[in-house]
Structure formats: C-alpha cells, structure tokens
C-alpha cells in the first residue's frame, strides 16, 4: 500500500472514532452543544484531510473546514456539502471550546448529519482510491 493511502486510512480511522464520539454526546441530555460539535468538526475536519492525502494533495496545518473543502474541491474532487455549509461547523473546533458561551450555528443534528454525510463520502473514495 502507498504511504498516502496509508495515512489517509489513518485519518480516516480517527475521523471515524470522533464520528463515533458525536454520537454518544449527541444522546446524552447532559452534553454540550460546543462538546458534541467539537467531535462533529473534528470528524469532517479529518475526513477532508484523509481525501486530500489520499490525493497526494498539500494542506496547510488548518482546523478551517471551509478552506479544508476549498482544497478538496480545487483538487478536481467533488464535495457532499458545500463549503459554507463546512464553515459553520470551524467555530467548534477552537472558538467555543475555550469559551463559556456558544452561539448555535447549527443543532446538534445538522451537525451530526453533516458529519455522517462527509464520512461516508470520504469513505467511499478512499476505498475507491485503494482499488
């Protein structure tokens, strides 16, 4: 196996035990907003970069998801959400876990069906990709 592919399993695998991490906050009635999509961004976050090193292509050390997808997309790699929709889920990954305050861009639910969504695509075209 080539060393991106590899790497992008990897990633792949984490991105898939944050995934799984969502989850079990999203059904727990204790758990944060900020908690839960912290794990939802970070499992697009890794996701995305499983796909791009998959494609032997160079990201910068970003937790941005919409330039993530920017990347993805320059790529010549068709994306399952849109950018924008990536952007809403950034915040998560630094701003509101520091902070006591978090402002609700999205429910809990879109980010989960958001983080379904990429996974599984990711998924898809890394398998692709090994064939």
Sequence with gaps: ???????????LRLAQRDLQTYRILAGHPDASLAATCFHAQQSVEKALKAVLTAHSATFPRTHDLEELGLLVAESGIGLPALARDLRRLTPFAVDFRYNEETIALLTT????????????WAKALIEATRQ
């Design 109 to 120: 639910e879109a980010a989960g069906l958001l983080a379904e969504s990429v996974f599984q």
């Design 1 to 11: 196996m080539m060393p991106s592919i590899e790497e992008a399993l990897r990633l």
